[in-house]
């Protein structure tokens, strides 16, 4: 079992929008041993969010650079000597599809470590490199996955797969993190230049649009004349408001093909210009944020806007945002979901119906209520 005077060190390498939804669990962590003593492992790529949830200290979060099999073995040998000489005692794996962040859990030398375990299911098989092994149950939030996780190291690993119930004090509110005057002044220049306008002029409202799912699972997409439709409808709802439409570097080309489509001088593409920072000082900007089932629907809760996210190939009862801000479009089609942590998140499907199923009119009339709202503060 834990001990108290031990660290514990988190480790999720992937996705900053699950990152988010583990923000009960790292308070969990927090509780249990000191703010002082919880450490986290993850890709380079996934370290902006630790630093906006600032929930553990910086210097104890350590980075895996994921860009190449030789330099995630160089700095996954750094990280497990840093952890030693820390000496944590206990360990987390909050991944799902990965044998690797087992091990990384193992070498660390934390004597007592959870993670999810296939018992006779279809997740990924780790061996024993868990002692304290947690059963996936796919009608389970992943928030509560993750809390369950840090939550079981409290308990004697031989009553395990069954465990207690979840603490009901942990906080599951997502920090705010601190958005200055010199945020929302650079925030605003590179709208207003994306826009072409005076940088000192009001921007008006704002719509914020994030057509992309990244690479990881493209059936998430909702089609792209969709989208196009949609801007145009939202855009001609009031003639002062801008749609802004986001994406990583890698999704520049595609959202530009969604504002030329578009054709309107109230439309732009920010997409490949921010940082996570900036995209949480652009939401708090914004009215409401339309976005397929990805890392800015879980971002945008560290800010004060109205999300609505498109589910198909994924549930919104077990990956939805908690937040009360966030409503899901979801058409729950009998085949949907088909993807999970049991599955590795695969499917033979290649017609995602459970997003062609969603409707134009189905997402702007939630827009459009999404907006009063936000309107009326």
Known sequence: ???ADRGIVLVKLAEQGATVLAVPAIRRAVELVGRERVHA???SSNRPVFDELDLIPAGNIHTIDGSSPSAAMRDAFRVVRRLRAARVGAAVDF?????SSAVLCALSGATVRSGLHSYWGEGPWRGDLSTHRVSWNPQLHVADVFLQLVDVL???AGGLPACDPLPVSVDAEVPRPAIDEADRTRVHGLVAAVLGRDPDEPLGELVVVNPNSGDLLPLRRWPHDRYVELVRRV???DGELTVLVTGGPDEVSSARALVDAVDSPRCASIAGRTTLHDLVALYGLA???VTNDSGPAHYA???DVEVVTLFGPESPAVFGSRSPRSTAVWS???CSPCVNALNDRRTTCTDNRCMQAISVDEVAVVVAERRQRALRG
Do not use: Q, Y
């Open 1 to 3: 079992m834990l001990r």
């Open 41 to 43: 492992v993850v890709f």
């Open 95 to 99: 991944e799902f599809f990965a044998r």
């Open 154 to 156: 409290t308990r004697p």
């Open 235 to 237: 855009l001609a709802a």
């Open 287 to 289: 009215t409401v944020l």
């Open 301 to 303: 809760a560290l800010s």
């Open 332 to 334: 729950g089609l009998p």
